[in-house]
């Protein structure tokens, strides 16, 4: 498959001025530019349900990612046990959505650890287990 798409960020700064209707106008902007898929970037927002049944009714693919990005995350036992939640919850209520095709996590995490962006080097036996 031939993909060619591009990056989706929150639509608007306030969520409560986003509605159906923008995104409508939004995401036919991405088929009239001849794209078929749409990556909702991790450090954005999971989308209301309108997002992904106008996804599907305009056969755009989506690159779900899961809102884990560009930060160092905790890797205790409290904060995954409420990661596992998020997950299931999500995939849960997006798992008949045929447009997304794949989900993914950790935009730029592993390489700002391994490029010490933050000074954090010393996490990286941590994260690496």
């Given at each position: 498959?031939?993909?060619?798409?591009a990056n989706w960020v929150?639509?608007?700064?306030?969520?409560?001025?986003?509605?159906?209707?923008?995104?409508?106008?939004?995401?036919?902007?991405?088929?009239?530019?001849?794209?078929?898929?749409?990556?909702?970037?991790?450090?954005?927002?999971?989308?209301?349900?309108?997002?992904?049944?106008?996804?599907?009714?305009?056969?755009?693919?989506?690159?779900?990612?899961?809102?884990?990005?560009?930060?160092?995350?905790?890797?205790?036992?409290?904060?995954l046990a409420n990661v596992?939640?998020?997950?299931?919850?999500?995939?849960?209520?997006?798992?008949?959505?045929?447009?997304?095709?794949?989900?993914?996590?950790?935009?730029?995490?592993?390489?700002?650890?391994?490029?010490?962006?933050?000074?954090?080097?010393?996490?990286?036996?941590?994260?690496?287990?």
């Amino acid at each position: 498959i031939f993909i060619k798409g591009a990056n989706w960020v929150p639509a608007d700064a306030f969520e409560s001025r986003v509605n159906t209707s923008s995104l409508d106008r939004l995401l036919s902007s991405l088929v009239d530019a001849n794209m078929n898929a749409v990556r909702n970037w991790g450090g954005g927002i999971y989308q209301r349900n309108e997002f992904y049944d106008l996804c599907d009714q305009k056969g755009l693919l989506v690159w779900e990612e899961f809102m884990f990005a560009c930060s160092m995350y905790p890797v205790g036992k409290d904060f995954l046990a409420n990661v596992a939640e998020e997950v299931v919850d999500n995939v849960f209520r997006l798992m008949n959505h045929p447009s997304i095709f794949v989900w993914s996590t950790n935009n730029e995490n592993e390489v700002a650890i391994a490029q010490n962006w933050y000074g954090t080097s010393d996490y990286t036996q941590t994260y690496s287990k």
